[in-house]
């Protein structure tokens, strides 16, 4: 994300002012809020990008103010609605992360799921990576990532799309080079590849 489309995501002119980003903030939070918006993804996806979009502004353009200013969103923003009933997740819960970043972990790992299930791949990458970008540290999200190239690439085999899956089967061990359940799969993954590639000729 560079810096030009954070201030259109913000709806904002080039070079505005760190009172004009947090008040053109406040005004989308309150709009694509996920506790407003419960079953929107667009909302929530905007929400999302407009939250990264803010934090960057902040840290690349305003570094002084990011500090003052609350990493999730500002505080003297109400959002009336109720949140949802917390239910058991198989997501683990990560102590250090705001409650507006443990939601988001949460929503996209299910979000994920359904994109797995109607095999759309490259949503669901396009989903972790702007994740992966969100939570830099965190090793859960890291391992869902690979897990979604490495699904990919398992897709791209079956669809005889030999050197895109190959790609990504290699980007699924770069990511998390230490699971081993995934080093197995990818094992697979690549015989089924070569014996693609041979039945081919």
Avoid at 18 to 44: C, G, M
Avoid at 78 to 92: C, D, E, I, N
Avoid at 171 to 177: H, V
Wanted: with cysteine; glycine share 2%; aromatic share 8%.
């Amino acid at each position: 994300m560079n810096l030009a489309d954070c201030y259109r995501l913000l709806g904002l002119r080039t070079g505005a002012s760190y009172e004009e980003i947090k008040a053109s903030y406040r005004r989308l939070v309150r709009q694509l809020h996920p506790d407003v918006n419960p079953n929107d993804e667009r909302a929530k996806d905007r929400f999302i990008r407009v939250t990264e979009a803010y934090r960057f502004l902040l840290s690349a353009v305003h570094p002084t103010a990011q500090a003052a200013s609350s990493p999730a969103e500002p505080a003297d923003v109400v959002v009336t609605r109720k949140p949802p009933a917390p239910k058991p997740s198989p997501v683990q819960q990560n102590l250090d992360l705001s409650l507006t970043d443990k939601y988001l972990k949460q929503s996209s790992y299910e979000q994920l799921q359904q994109l797995f299930k109607t095999n759309r791949f490259p949503r669901a990458i396009a989903l972790v990576e702007g994740l992966a970008q969100r939570l830099p540290e965190d090793l859960e999200v890291r391992q869902w990532q690979a897990i979604t190239y490495q699904r990919w690439g398992h897709h791209l085999i079956q669809t005889q799309e030999f050197e895109k899956a190959r790609v990504y089967l290699k980007k699924a061990l770069r990511t998390d080079p230490h699971n081993r359940s995934l080093w197995a799969e990818v094992e697979r993954d690549f015989h089924r590849l070569e014996q693609g590639i041979y039945h081919r000729r």
